[in-house]
């Protein structure tokens, strides 16, 4: 594929735009691509959707064979296996054919008549994108209130309350709901709903079922805060939750007594995270502040929790141990950590103090904790996966220390994990620092660097990037691609200290760290710079267009996903979604100092006249997360100064947002698309 062989690509109009801050001037010839409403820039999406198809009807045939692979790969019908909650069995069942799933459940045994409460597959007939946010069921069983949208916006849900008795919605509806919890009367309830204006979770509203007045009984007004609601396990307490990404507070009621007041557990201060987990007679916070970045868990009777004196330490600092999440039951605590970059499972009994490590048989692999939604269950339940091991569902028997399997990933087509090699190897950063790469290839691979590669990261935000199993990847794997994932700082992989050593103005040390380890790849013979993909999502895509500024050289092909690319100019934005919220991970641009630091790696910014990789860009134009316009103007700019021949799509979903199509069938579409570009890149055409 020679680019000259299609059409002519679009080319935007140039309307400049002069940006002054700090006695610096910016000219941002593409500014006027804010405006959907505008025709031009419809016209504009319409004519980069049009340019892509052309280019890429050429592999028309290898997109529906990896299509078939895909689809190959995934037990179309398929049950979860049920849990128990409150005296019913729930799971959920894909079926062959049907974009989305229907979710069912049976009372008392599983030998009872299916009841199904949601068919998501009638809910979306007929519309373009449909997100099911997720229910909550009421004390009594008897209705289920549930989120949806029908955008593919992740800010445009609205909350509705369905009669499981008659199967009819009841009168009542929010727009832009966020959290939902039922008071145990099951007949009040609380919500959370956004700001209009800036999509942030913002206030808390109380009503009574069959009554159109509603209470406002919490409203955070710190702009860098969200807030939220939600129901303990115990079904003993109503928790509101504010938190930015460095700070929370949570208050709580007695779900008893749902016209009482909200009691602060812990004032807000600065740089203090915790989460509350109830027991019925304790309380277990697990907390975090400067000095213990990774954190420790106290326990406090639930009479004196607001005697700080009163609060026993019972898992202590560890710099090497970040303690990520609890799951109470009657006698055990069950603590989910991460240690050297992979997760541990410890459960402490909570009768006798011992406690008792879940093993794992391979040095690289993801684990993480189901909880068990029944509080006096001595069992929980985990998932075990890793590269080349598909998905594993375990019960864990806390009594005996015996794990049992319960339902294991299957895969139609057939896969055999013997066939392929995992490693971990170690790439050093510009700074010293050692960065873990996790990677996966078939056996009898030679390094002898002719071999196709992928390395996917993301680095922001504190969001571990676990190993895992792909349905997906392993279309570029069984035709000879090394797939590699990137551990890089701005993510948690190795702690606390790793997230703070990637962010704000040690944000560059995220790129340099992918850079680092995509040289090391190349180094080490697995790949060449002229066989190496890279592809990132949202701030992952920020990621690829920092590294493609930086290192062109060094890539062959990026995939960058409804990338975070205009920086500057979104964190100047207050009334754009998220924007305020975002200042403790990327800098407030309103300060000089975070402003010039910003400006030097937002990659919109940074463009040059020079050679740049193959290029895929997608968007979504109801994306709330990054705007549509970020990877629009991205793509524009690109396409007026680079100085290559390589190919430069843009691909804009016209119908949904952040998370691409919303049915399964159509997501695996766009997945296929993606890997085809990158295999019709390095030269694969079946």
């Not at 040390?509 to 790849?521: H, Q, V, Y």
């Amino acid at each position: 594929m020679k680019q000259n062989d299609f059409q002519t690509p679009p080319i935007a109009e140039v309307i400049p735009d002069t940006l002054v801050n700090f006695g610096k001037t910016r000219i941002d010839n593409y500014f006027w691509m804010k405006d959907k409403n505008n025709p031009k820039v419809i016209e504009y999406l319409n004519a980069e959707n049009a340019y892509t198809d052309s280019v890429m009807g050429s592999t028309k045939d290898l997109q529906q064979k990896i299509y078939d692979e895909i689809i190959g790969r995934i037990k179309e019908d398929d049950e979860t296996y049920p849990s128990l909650s409150n005296g019913y069995y729930y799971y959920t069942r894909s079926e062959k054919g049907k974009q989305y799933r229907t979710y069912c459940r049976k009372k008392s045994s599983l030998d009872s008549p299916e009841e199904i409460f949601f068919d998501v597959n009638k809910m979306a007939a007929g519309k373009a994108a449909y997100m099911f946010g997720g229910y909550t069921i009421s004390p009594d069983n008897t209705k289920a209130a549930y989120f949806y949208n029908e955008t593919g916006s992740f800010a445009d849900y609205t909350l509705k309350i369905k009669d499981l008795t008659t199967g009819n919605d009841l009168d009542f509806s929010v727009k832009g709901a966020t959290s939902f919890a039922w008071a145990n009367d099951g007949k009040t309830i609380f919500y959370g709903v956004i700001d209009p204006i800036t999509l942030r979770p913002y206030q808390v509203y109380r009503q009574t079922l069959g009554s159109t007045s509603k209470q406002l009984v919490y409203e955070e007004k710190d702009a860098r805060f969200t807030t939220g609601v939600s129901g303990s396990k115990t079904r003993e307490w109503i928790f509101i939750y504010s938190g930015s990404s460095t700070t929370s507070e949570e208050r709580m009621i007695s779900a008893d007594n749902p016209n009482g007041t909200f009691e602060v557990f812990l004032p807000r201060v600065q740089d203090v995270e915790y989460s509350v987990y109830p027991h019925k007679e304790y309380f277990f916070i697990r907390y975090k502040d400067k000095e213990n970045l990774n954190g420790k868990v106290y326990q406090v009777a639930k009479a004196n929790f607001a005697d700080r004196s009163a609060w026993k330490e019972i898992i202590p600092h560890s710099k090497d141990v970040r303690i990520e999440k609890l799951n109470v039951q009657k006698d055990y605590l069950i603590v989910e950590s991460r240690k050297n970059g992979l997760a541990e499972l410890e459960i402490r009994s909570l009768k006798d103090g011992k406690s008792q490590f879940v093993s794992f048989p391979e040095p690289v692999y993801n684990a993480y904790s189901n909880g068990n939604p029944e509080y006096d269950a001595p069992t929980f339940r985990y998932s075990y996966t890793s590269l080349n091991r598909p998905t594993t569902l375990y019960e864990y028997n806390c009594e005996t220390n015996q794990s049992t399997q319960l339902k294991q990933q299957e895969v139609p087509s057939g896969f055999n994990p013997d066939d392929y090699k995992v490693e971990r190897i170690w790439a050093e950063a510009s700074d010293g620092v050692k960065v873990p790469i996790s990677i996966v290839y078939k056996k009898g691979l030679k390094k002898n660097g002719t071999n196709p590669a992928l390395l996917y990261a993301y680095g922001s935000y504190g969001i571990s990037m676990d190993v895992f199993f792909s349905t997906s990847f392993y279309s570029l794997i069984d035709r000879g691609f090394v797939f590699g994932i990137a551990h890089i700082r701005g993510g948690s992989d190795l702690g606390e200290q790793w997230y703070e050593d990637g962010k704000l103005m040690n944000k560059k040390n995220t790129f340099t760290d992918f850079i680092a380890c995509s040289e090391k790849l190349i180094a080490d013979k697995y790949t060449s710079a002229d066989k190496l993909a890279a592809m990132g999502g949202s701030a992952g895509g920020l990621l690829m267009g920092a590294v493609t500024n930086m290192r062109p050289d060094l890539y062959q092909t990026i995939v960058a996903q409804v990338p975070f690319v205009d920086v500057v100019s979104t964190m100047l934005d207050d009334t754009l979604p998220l924007t305020t919220g975002e200042y403790e991970e990327w800098g407030n641009p309103n300060e000089e100092e975070a402003f010039n630091y910003i400006l030097s790696y937002s990659p919109y910014d940074n463009i040059k006249a020079q050679d740049y990789p193959n290029m895929l860009i997608t968007g979504g134009i109801n994306d709330s997360q990054v705007l549509f316009h970020e990877p629009t103007k991205y793509a524009a700019k690109l396409r007026a100064m680079k100085t290559d021949n390589n190919i430069l799509l843009l691909k804009m979903n016209m119908d949904s947002g952040h998370g691409g199509a919303t049915g399964r069938y159509d997501g695996i579409k766009e997945t296929a698309f993606e890997l085809a570009f990158i295999l019709n890149r390095v030269g694969i055409s079946k």
